[in-house]
């Protein structure tokens, strides 16, 4: 069992920053499929990125890429998402995942509770 814990979320203006953290334990996240994901109100469960199991290869949604930055601590066993340049469409609670092949909005094997970003215009 893996267990993941996101923080960092919170209210910032439009343009502004913040960076989330993705806690795992239980078990290591070397190995693991891994992903950020939001869900803003009324809304599906949408993928944000994924970096590829056992790999460096990050894929980022098109309404982010270029502004939101994923990377991973392995002595900490976090992951991080940076993101900069937000907009009120970024607001959504946001959510890390973790699985053993790929990580999906609805079929990941491990998910966090999710953390609030809110972006004021």
């Known amino acids: 069992q893996v267990q993941l814990v996101e923080s960092g979320g919170g209210l910032v203006q439009a343009g502004g920053s913040l960076r989330l953290s993705c806690e795992a334990s239980?078990?290591?996240?070397?190995?693991?499929?891994l992903g950020w994901f939001r869900q803003a109100p009324g809304k599906e469960r949408q993928y944000v990125v994924r970096?590829?199991?056992?790999?460096?290869?990050?894929y980022y949604a098109n309404s982010v890429k270029g502004r939101f930055t994923v990377s991973a601590d392995n002595a900490k066993n976090t992951m991080y998402l940076q993101m900069n340049s937000l907009k009120p469409e970024d607001t959504a609670v946001y959510y890390c995942?973790?699985?053993?092949?790929?990580?999906?909005?609805?079929?990941?094997?491990?998910w966090g509770s999710g953390t609030q970003v809110t972006v004021s215009s």
């Open positions: 995942a973790a699985d053993q092949h790929i990580v999906t909005s609805q079929r990941s094997d491990y």
């Open positions: 239980g078990r290591t996240l070397s190995g693991y499929d």
């Open positions: 970096i590829r199991k056992n790999s460096d290869t990050t």
